[in-house]
């Protein structure tokens, strides 16, 4: 009876969960983006503060954040978003407000209200720490390229399937782009509800050619294995794919939706003070500038100087005028409604 | 082999049950034997490659597992893993079998009632239950622990220890309960002194069941478990909705495994039991 | 040892008064001691298991938010007698004022996606309200009807009041209504969703058309196999059963890793017939209904081989083998004496089989894509993505109820307590 008693003793405490005590859980994409960000934010911090940091996956959206926060048991501390969602979780309360007086000036001494682009301090819920696009990407040995969004929904022309991210961003603005409306009426037509029901009818035409994806991740995996011959992507995957795995992928930068994504904190997160103190030293200049692993822009210009010439074509920031802005405030208006109507439209 | 006196579509019968009986149990056992070989892998696909089909020693290796072992994730996964299926076998087992008990009493009141509750959670599908606990276990404030988790599969392990223990009881001979109260003992006594051997094997065996539920169960754990709580097909789940490698396949194989070890055990607990009878005391 | 002694104490005593009274009381006692054993388990359940589910369904109508977050203009709304007429000024000048709290405190997204779940098209109207009122100062205003209207014409008709007074009902039958691809109008009618947003019953009816196709595969499958196991010795049949019994011990997950392994476009199955020259490019099996119901069905097989085996391991054969020497032919003598005695095993099987599959919610998440999503994965669609909770639990209760009849059939037909592992 001892012997048991000690054996469950043992066990128990050789089994005990929680061993490693995370100090601050942060959740972001994962993928090759994750790894620069490992590499220039996570890494240094830890090493610089001595701090553990659990830093998870997740695939994007606000329905985790939303259910973390409503039903009061909030597990992350940090959490990379993108600004299409930024907007509308911070009028609903999910977000933390950051203090973003606290944010350190540039390395070359510039004020930091001065430092970042506009954009990424619009939302006083989040600091910027990318510039990055959706774009779609093809393999260089297809018969027929694609060369304009219209081609993706070009089925005779390029036969296939096409990978898109299950949501209605991005899709319902490719939607209308093929459909022939000009790139800065997108989202006033969008705003219309003749507007939506043309994009879900020119969805419609490639439905039954889509294959979906949750998270970005999977994007260069189906072009890689044949699961699709188009695929809509976060331009980093793609170039990350290109330079590391030297993959023969080709990207397509006509009807880009370039976006920013941000450092942000779930509302009554545990651990709010230490989450402001990782941001803070994940936004400075350095860590920005090494986000170019991945082809993504910084949000400070002091940062510029360290992006390497040869990125420079690959950033989003260099096709500005074969794309548009994602709209955070369409998005906040009509994310839920349209989420919907698009979760419909998808399982009918 | 065959009786002469078969007809001839008696004899095409005879191959015919033969043929789809084989069949079917490769259909069974198919999928898990690709699993393994699969696993040992060089390249990062789900594929078999050329130099697999070869046997080129070079094109397997057993990086997968190296990097299972090494990745602190699937060792935190693996450690929660067993911590909540042994947690929660230990409490599934201990009420199970003290309810099953008093359920095999012929005085047992609102019997088939509360039979069918006590098994009700084998039969409600588990993204209710998962809905259910997370809307509750929220609202009073659990959500997140690791007593959330060990209840919860708890909950869905009790029904197993119920079922075979009342097995085992069904033949159980209850006047030697009598018997034993009528010398003198009291309760307790009589169920660790002739209760408990008697069902030994059942209790066994549900616990078994209680831990393999525990161990494979994704559902609860999606609604319910915080980041540093995921276990191993929490792992596999998101690896294969996210980013498939064959670490995932190296895990399914180390999961192959262990349920081969269970099976085995559990049928040897059966064997073990049947051949001896099992109402004889040892 | 041996089964010896009576059963029932009565039997040694004399009817007595007083032997009686002893005789109930240890009767008492035995019923009171089973009952505190049972007890403990009891209680873990209903407080544990049965209590959430009760939240759940209490979840499924009452949902308090938009009365909890602008309380007083729903108080007033709630006195606004006719619907065809807009509401009072006083009705603007609360909502102005509750608008700009909310706003202050960031709960207008909150407010207006809430709105939009009972009114559609109105949310984002409340939204684009809510942050230009945050700039003004609302006790200078002198008309605050005016002032609602000039941001957006529809604070002019009543249409988006009625929305907002319905929201603020804190119980309502709206979400089992769009659970059944109803909607609940604001004006308290019931009306058919619009052809677009009917997703639910068609959902639900697939569920049901996968559920039974299932069953009758695995029974397809799975008879011959029970009936060959229970016909060869039994040191033979424990061998093969170890093909039945691992597949069942294996890891949910893991049978599902196996599955995507072998159906995806590069995988095994399509590796194969493509290095055989009969197809020429891959064939789309996976991420659809074929692979959900393939998947399913060989994950949920032994549910049906096991206790088909273990009622026709006791049939006897001498009952085959007599009416076929009373002239009947084997295949006769098998549909009409064999099957009937089988049919104990086969409904247990067959009920067990389609309940499990009818809830079933991993394998359609992981190989169902677009088209094998069945009534849980929506459920949970509810609950993780699109977070209408209330939805969700409307819609996983009737799924509940059509699982507890089924549960309730299966006790009349097989007794639950013969559940045989």
């Known amino acids: ?348 | 082999m065959l009786p002469a006196y078969y007809s001839p579509i008696r004899r095409v019968w005879y191959y015919a049950l033969r043929g789809i009986v084989a069949l079917v149990l490769l259909f069974l056992i198919f999928p898990i034997l690709v699993t393994i070989p699969l696993s040992f892998n060089v390249e990062p696909f789900f594929t078999f490659t050329e130099g697999m089909l070869k046997l080129d020693p070079e094109a397997y290796s057993t990086k997968w597992y190296v990097e299972f072992f090494l990745d602190q994730k699937w060792n935190i996964a693996l450690k929660n893993s067993f911590y909540f299926a042994f947690m929660s076998t230990i409490l599934a087992t201990v009420l199970g079998t003290v309810a099953a008990v008093g359920l095999a009493s012929d005085r047992m009141p609102f019997k088939p009632l509360i039979t069918a509750i006590l098994i009700s959670p084998m039969i409600v599908p588990l993204v209710i239950i998962a809905a259910g606990m997370y809307f509750f276990y929220s609202a009073i404030d659990i959500v997140g622990s690791d007593i959330a988790i060990i209840f919860a599969h708890a909950i869905l392990g009790t029904p197993f220890v119920v079922i075979t223990v009342t097995a085992t009881l069904a033949g159980f001979d209850k006047s030697l309960l009598r018997a034993s109260s009528s010398l003198g003992a009291n309760p307790v006594t009589t169920f660790f002194h002739i209760t408990f051997p008697l069902i030994r094997p059942g209790v066994i065996s549900g616990a078994l069941f209680a831990f393999v539920t525990s161990f494979d169960e994704v559902v609860l754990i999606i609604f319910l478990a915080d980041p540093d709580q995921r276990t191993i097909p929490r792992q596999m789940f998101s690896g294969l909705r996210e980013q498939i490698n064959p670490t995932i396949l190296a895990a399914a194989s180390l999961l192959i495994l262990i349920s081969i070890l269970l099976l085995f055990s559990i049928e040897i607990l059966r064997r073990r039991s049947e051949s001896k009878g099992m109402f004889n005391n040892e | 040892m041996q089964n010896t002694t009576a059963n029932d104490p009565a039997n040694h005593l004399s009817l007595n008064a007083e032997h009686s009274l002893k005789y109930h009381q240890a009767i008492r006692r035995e019923k009171t001691k089973a009952l505190m054993l049972v007890l403990p388990l009891l209680f873990f359940l209903i407080v544990f298991f049965i209590t959430p589910i009760g939240y759940m369904l209490y979840r499924s109508f009452y949902n308090p938010t938009v009365a909890n977050l602008a309380p007083k203009t729903t108080e007033i709304l709630g006195h606004w007698q006719d619907l065809s007429k807009l509401p009072s000024e006083e009705s603007y000048k609360t909502l102005s004022y509750e608008l700009k709290q909310l706003q202050k405190t960031r709960l207008s997204g909150k407010f207006a996606e809430e709105v939009n779940r009972r009114l559609p098209r109105t949310g984002s109207v409340i939204k684009k309200t809510a942050r230009k009122i945050k700039k003004i100062e609302l006790d200078k205003v002198e008309n605050y009807q005016q002032l609602l209207l000039s941001i957006d014409e529809k604070w002019g008709k009543p249409e988006i009041w009625t929305g907002i007074r319905a929201a603020g009902d804190k119980f309502t039958i709206n979400y089992y209504a769009n659970a059944l691809d109803y909607k609940l109008e604001p004006s308290g009618k019931l009306v058919k969703q619009p052809e677009e947003m009917q997703v639910y019953l068609p959902i639900l009816q697939r569920t049901f058309m996968i559920a039974l196709i299932i069953t009758v595969l695995t029974f397809l499958l799975g008879y011959p196999v029970a009936y060959y196991l229970s016909l060869i010795p039994l040191k033979k049949a424990s061998v093969l059963l170890i093909f039945v019994l691992l597949p069942f011990w294996t890891s949910l997950l893991v049978r599902t890793t196996a599955w995507i392994a072998i159906l995806q476009s590069n995988g095994v199955v399509n590796q194969t017939l493509l290095s055989l020259h009969i197809i020429d490019k891959p064939l789309d099996i996976i991420y659809n209904q074929f692979s959900t119901v393939l998947a399913m069905t060989h994950i949920l097989l032994p549910f049906m081989i096991l206790p088909l085996y273990s009622v026709m391991k006791g049939i006897d054969p001498s009952y085959v083998r007599a009416s076929q020497s009373l002239g009947a032919n084997p295949f006769k003598a098998f549909i009409q004496v064999y099957f009937p005695l089988s049919l104990p095993g086969l409904s247990a099987g067959a009920l067990l089989v389609f309940i499990i599959a009818i809830g079933y919610y991993i394998t359609p998440a992981l190989l169902g894509g677009v088209d094998g999503q069945l009534i849980s994965n929506l459920v949970a669609h509810h609950m993780r993505s699109t977070n209408n909770w209330e939805l969700a639990a409307a819609l996983g209760s009737v799924l509940l109820i059509l699982i507890i009849a089924l549960y309730w059939i299966y006790d009349r037909l097989v007794g639950a307590s013969n559940i045989k592992l």
């Open chain 1, 1 to 348: 009876m001892r012997k048991l008693k000690l054996g469950l003793l043992v066990a128990s405490s050789l089994l005990s969960a929680n061993i490693i005590a995370e100090e601050l859980t942060v959740v972001s994409f994962g993928g090759a983006y994750g790894a620069a960000q490992k590499k220039h934010m996570i890494d240094p911090y830890i090493k610089e503060s001595g701090k553990k940091i659990l830093f998870e996956d997740y695939s994007g959206g606000v329905a985790e954040l939303k259910a973390q926060v409503e039903s009061k048991n909030v597990k992350w501390d940090v959490l990379d978003i993108e600004y299409i969602d930024v907007e509308r979780a911070c009028s609903e309360g999910m977000l933390e407000v950051f203090p973003q007086d606290r944010l350190p000036k540039g390395d070359d001494g510039k004020a930091a209200k001065d430092d970042f682009i506009p954009a990424a301090l619009s939302s006083e819920c989040a600091v910027g720490n990318i510039v990055w696009s959706v774009i779609f990407a093809h393999k260089n040995n297809i018969k027929t390229k694609p060369k304009t969004v219209a081609d993706i929904f070009d089925t005779k022309k390029i036969p296939g399937k096409r990978a898109f991210r299950k949501r209605p961003q991005v899709n319902l603005e490719w939607a209308l782009m093929a459909d022939g409306v000009a790139l800065k009426d997108i989202y006033k037509v969008l705003g219309t509800e003749k507007g939506v029901k043309r994009a879900f009818a020119k969805l419609d035409t490639i439905k039954k050619d889509i294959v979906w994806f949750d998270s970005w991740s999977q994007a260069p995996q189906l072009l890689n294995d044949g699961g699709a011959v188009i695929v809509q992507s976060a331009n980093g995957r793609i170039y990350s794919a290109i330079q590391k795995d030297k993959s023969d992928f080709n990207i397509v930068w006509d009807g880009q939706i370039y976006d920013l994504d941000g450092w942000a904190i779930p509302k009554g997160s545990k651990n709010k003070e230490e989450a402001i103190k990782f941001i803070l030293a994940a936004t400075k200049t350095k860590p920005l500038a090494g986000m170019q692993d991945v082809a993504y822009g910084p949000t400070r210009k002091s940062s510029e100087s360290l992006i390497a010439e040869a990125v420079k074509p690959q950033l989003p920031s260099a096709h500005l005028d074969e794309g548009i802005k994602a709209s955070a405030e369409f998005w906040a208006d009509n994310g839920s409604e349209l989420g919907e109507k698009f979760a419909a439209w998808l399982i009918k």
